[in-house]
């Protein structure tokens, strides 16, 4: 069963930078499109940033573009995402995800759905302390 292990979540200061990876286990599930959301507890799980894999183009939530930055290594078969300038408010796991179909052009409208990613990772804590 393909996975997705994230690891470099831990406690920072406000201001401070995390960078999160997402390792998959197989290449299959590196095709059209990977992304990043985040829940909080008592909140949703919400988008933060997605990218295609065979382009690199990326996406990001309006109000954390600037301060993140998503990207991938395909030598490595693994997500990056840079997180900078980091609030109290980024406080919440972080979630990678894969959308393994083939080649879809829906990925780039649908990126922000959960629904369009079909594997998943457990999660990595991330506390930003004030």
């Known amino acids: 069963q393909v996975q997705l292990v994230e690891s470099g979540g831990g406690v920072v200061q406000a201001g401070g930078s995390l960078r999160l990876s997402c390792a998959a286990s197989?290449?299959?599930?590196?095709?059209?499109?990977m992304g990043w959301f985040r829940q909080a507890p008592g909140k949703e799980r919400e988008f933060v940033a997605a990218i295609t894999w065979s382009s690199g183009t990326t996406y990001y939530a309006d109000s954390l573009q600037g301060r993140f930055r998503v990207s991938r290594s395909d030598y490595e078969n693994t997500l990056y995402l840079q997180m900078n300038s980091l609030k109290p408010e980024d406080t919440a796991v972080y979630y990678c995800?894969?959308?393994?179909?083939?080649?879809?052009?829906?990925?780039?409208?649908?990126?922000?759905?959960?629904?369009?990613?079909?594997?998943w990772g457990q999660g990595t804590q991330v506390t930003v302390s004030s």
């Open positions: 197989e290449r299959t599930v590196l095709k059209n499109g």
């Open positions: 995800g894969a959308d393994s179909t083939e080649y879809d052009p829906k990925f780039y409208t649908a990126h922000m759905h959960l629904k369009t990613y079909d594997v």
